[in-house]
């Protein structure tokens, strides 16, 4: 398993990520929340896909990156009752598993920088309602140079065309 400290770092466009993707010859790739979530729930279809996915990152095979609004939009479905599509899980179960994530996937900082990204991207493609939060990971990603996500939601990133999604199998 990687070093836990250098992995728990947050970091930015630094030495560490740098060495990070040279020592694995493998461009560093975003994880949205649906795939968290997945690997959350054996209910969900995608549930086997996501969790060996993950082992993979766990591994330190490849560089995996989260932010912020990952780790609250995870809460909020994690928290909600099943009726309402949620998992039902104690605060206390989300906070263990938000750790156990950040234990092993990088955390990418919501800057200055993002945020001005953001607000460019918002004006750039006249995006409204839930494809704010779409913008904010894209521009996260953007800032620190993170071309590649793990999404079962392509079409929510369609609008930037240097975003590549993968869909785990």
């Given at each position: 398993m990687p070093d836990r400290n250098r992995q728990r770092r947050t970091?930015?466009?630094?030495?560490t990520f740098?060495?990070?993707?040279?020592?694995?010859?493998?461009p560093p790739v975003f994880i949205d929340t649906n795939i968290l979530l997945a690997a959350t729930d054996l209910g969900r279809p995608h549930h086997g896909a996501c969790k060996t996915l993950l082992e993979r990152f766990m591994g330190g095979?490849?560089?995996?990156?989260?932010?912020g609004q990952i780790l609250r939009e995870y809460a909020v479905v994690a928290?909600?009752?099943?009726?309402?599509?949620?998992?039902?899980?104690?605060?206390?179960?989300?906070?263990?598993?938000?750790?156990?994530?950040?234990?092993?996937l990088f955390f990418a900082d919501e800057s200055q920088a993002v945020a001005s990204r953001f607000l460019e991207l918002i004006e750039q493609f006249q995006l409204k309602g839930k494809r704010i939060h779409d913008a904010n990971i894209a521009a996260t990603m953007m800032t620190h140079g993170i071309s590649r996500i793990h999404t079962y939601n392509a079409a929510d990133y369609a609008p930037f065309s240097n975003i590549e999604c993968i869909t785990p199998k």
């Open positions: 970091l930015g466009l630094g030495l740098t060495m990070m993707m040279d020592a694995n010859h493998t095979q490849e560089a995996a990156f989260i932010s928290t909600r009752p099943e009726e309402q599509n949620g998992l039902q899980l104690s605060p206390n179960a989300v906070a263990d598993n938000l750790n156990t994530f950040s234990s092993f």
